[in-house]
């Protein structure tokens, strides 16, 4: 039986539910800092040095045309393209020493794998990851977390917005729940929030009322209550928790409101931005308002795309897409968001992180990576680069680690993405240092990084 048609991807709900549930739940000893988890991740690569590290005093052609602007942090500076951003640092850790040194093909692809799984890709491919999703792939940590902490709500675990990872034709890499098995892939909203959703999953059939569907739920649960044990092993129909979850969401509509942006005010829907990136956060932060574990808000372009329509991929124009296109996106979304979050109190419990796969070359016009760079341009650049950690306990209005005069390595305090995945874990009171047991029951680590206690307070 379905609940009115509904299913998630081909997989009826109450199978999805199921298959969560069967696998392991574990116990641990780490106080959670945090419930819940909204991952901003910036596909692309952003340039660190014309965005949030200026470096004034390095030559013309490392620190570019922007100029620096005073934060609410002391001392410290961000471009004068995120002039919002800089009145909301003050509640906030600011990352300026995110670093690696990638083992294999240097590409999108593989960074993004990377800071998604906790695992470097050359521990699973000599490829470095420039090829498909694969059921034996390691999971996404928003997989593994939805797992481990399944919502109390009537909400979905985990949820991806508003369009996959990709680089090219490799769509999703990284994205998925690998070896964990389908049922705890994300939520998929491939949809722009700045125009009205169909939901289409979480929606009734014209010719299914909801009372008719509370009908059927109420006669099935008195069937079940009133069936002998062994009925109801051999019974199809015997109602398990698993459908009265399915029901449940459908019923409750609380996932159903949660994706809806009327319900916001227009000042404030303005204030995020009518954009896809504002609209989707604001979104986000309705979903996490209602359970949900983990959001993933995806920059709204392809990795590689073209930098003067939408992407950070500033190969072949750097300046100008950041100034009049990128950035006041960025900085109407952020600044919003983490206003937004602070005043309403969830801030405390959620823990934000922003980043891209890689920053941008601090040198203009060079090719670090075997592409062909604009003299205006600026290549990809992992081995320094910045990120943003707030909420769940994470210190306010300070800035961890630090790069050298030109942006082109941590001066200390280098931070790996694998240990800002098993960072997340930690804030959430999973260890990360727990093994889990692959599709073939083999134990694997968790994560290979090491969690950054330096971050909180």
């Not at 459908?243 to 409101?257: F, H, I, M, N, T």
Request: charged share 25%; proline share 8%; net charge neutral.
């Amino acid at each position: 039986m379905r609940v009115g048609g509904l299913s998630l991807m081909g997989l009826g709900l109450q199978d999805y539910f199921r298959l969560q549930a069967a696998s392991s739940k574990v116990e641990s000893k780490i106080t959670p800092r945090a419930k819940q988890v909204l991952m901003i991740f910036l596909q692309g690569g952003p340039s660190h040095i014309d965005i949030w590290d200026p470096k004034p005093d390095a030559p013309a052609n490392i620190r570019g045309e922007f100029k620096p602007i005073p934060t609410k942090i002391n001392g410290v500076q961000v471009s004068e393209v995120m002039p919002k951003l800089a009145t909301v640092l003050d509640r906030v850790t600011l990352v300026r020493s995110m670093s690696y040194t990638p083992v294999g093909l240097f590409n999108h692809t593989a960074a993004m794998y990377q800071m998604m799984t906790g695992w470097a890709p050359d521990k699973v491919s000599p490829s470095g990851q420039l090829e498909p999703p694969s059921p034996r792939d390691f999971p996404h940590m928003g997989c593994h977390i939805g797992n481990f902490l399944p919502p109390k709500e009537s909400i979905f675990p985990f949820v991806e917005m508003p369009r996959p990872l990709q680089e090219s034709s490799v769509i999703g890499k990284g994205g998925a729940a690998g070896f964990l098995g389908k049922a705890h892939d994300p939520y998929r909203l491939y949809q722009d929030p700045k125009n009205p959703l169909r939901m289409d999953d979480l929606t009734l059939r014209p010719e299914v009322s909801n009372d008719r569907l509370r009908d059927r739920y109420d006669l099935l649960k008195g069937i079940n209550g009133s069936m002998k044990d062994l009925d109801k092993a051999v019974s199809s129909f015997a109602l398990n928790e698993y459908y009265e979850k399915a029901y449940d969401l459908v019923l409750s509509g609380k996932a159903r409101d949660a994706f809806d942006l009327n319900k916001e005010k227009d000042a404030l829907r303005e204030q995020y931005g009518r954009t896809t990136f504002g609209q989707s956060l604001l979104l986000a932060r309705r979903l996490l308002e209602a359970g949900t574990r983990f959001v993933q808000v995806n920059w709204p372009s392809v990795a590689n795309g073209n930098p003067e329509v939408d992407a950070w991929d500033t190969h072949a124009a750097n300046f100008a897409p950041l100034k009049n296109l990128h950035c006041p996106v960025l900085d109407s979304g952020l600044s919003a968001l983490f206003e937004d979050l602070d005043q309403r109190g969830l801030l405390k419990e959620t823990l934000v992180v922003v980043t891209g796969e890689f920053g941008r070359s601090p040198k203009l016009g060079v090719s670090t990576s075997g592409n062909v760079n604009a003299p205006d341009g600026r290549d990809h650049w992992p081995y320094c680069y910045t990120a943003i950690v707030a909420g769940g306990g994470v210190k306010r209005g300070v800035q961890y680690g630090e790069s050298d005069a030109t942006g082109s390595s941590p001066k200390e305090k280098a931070l790996h993405p694998v240990d800002l995945v098993a960072t997340i874990y930690y804030a959430l009171g999973i260890d990360p240092h727990m093994e889990v047991l692959n599709d073939l029951k083999q134990p694997r680590a968790l994560v290979e990084g090491t969690p950054v206690h330096g971050l909180f307070g």
